[in-house]
């Protein structure tokens, strides 16, 4: 589990400043209200990311010191890219759009974080 904990951690959370945000020519089509049905802690395996808003995205923070957040963009209703690393991040909803989890997919695996708040 340490090994792969590790190997997860190294591929998601590179370095990034929250300074490239103010480089994005693409800001969310959602509006705040609907971005903040995204907002919350996510438990995946080994560790929690919080999402939070910050300048119109929804910004990711991994659990653990000495990380820092970085921002995801839309690429639909459900699906937000990084432009840290490959990934892509699906939230998944209930029938009543309610989100429940995110799917974080990268290099051909895909990790499932529950939404606990």
């Known amino acids: 589990m340490h090994t ?8 998601l959370f590179s370095s990034f400043s929250l300074s490239a945000l103010e480089d994005s020519s693409q800001p969310s089509h959602f509006s705040a209200s609907e971005l903040h049905k995204y907002q919350g802690k996510y438990q995946l395996p080994g560790f929690f ?3 939070s808003i910050k300048d119109g995205h929804l910004v990711l923070l991994p659990s653990g010191e000495g990380q820092s957040g970085f ?5 639909n209703d459900t699906e937000f890219f990084t432009k840290v690393n490959d990934a892509i991040i699906s939230f998944q909803k209930d029938k009543d759009g309610n989100v429940e989890y995110l799917l974080w997919h990268q290099g051909g695996s895909t990790y499932k974080g529950k939404k606990l708040n």
């Open 49 to 51: 990311i919080n999402a």
């Open 71 to 75: 921002p995801i963009f839309q690429k």
């Open 4 to 11: 792969k904990f590790t190997f997860l951690a190294t591929l």
